[in-house]
């Protein structure tokens, strides 16, 4: 009935997949230092699940930058050490899919 010819080449292409990275990692970022106002306030808390899925749909940057800009969630190792971790592990990840799996 209906054909789609989506063209996934011009979809997921370097530009388009760097303006995700840019956008992803400032949501990281404005998700630490809006946690870290709540907690000051004593409201409503963004959940550390959520913090995590950010990091790991490739925010890692901005949530680590976050969490040292703002001094937020620092005393927690499994954020100190969580998030770079998933970080690391993301990097390597592309760095494999682009460089080595030829």
Known sequence: MYETN???KKIFTIQNFLIYLIIINIVGFL???IDKKKAEKGK?????KTLFIIT?????IGTIAGM???RHKTQKPEF???LPFITILETIGIIY??????
């Not at 790991?56 to 890692?60: C, M, T, Y």
């Not at 899919?97 to 030829?102: S, T």
């Open 6 to 8: 989506i063209d996934y």
């Open 31 to 33: 998700m630490m230092f």
């Open 56 to 60: 790991a749909l490739g925010g890692g």
């Open 97 to 102: 899919y682009m460089f080595i799996n030829k």
């Open 80 to 82: 100190t050490i969580g």
């Open 44 to 48: 409503w808390r963004i959940p550390e």
């Open 68 to 70: 040292y800009t703002f």
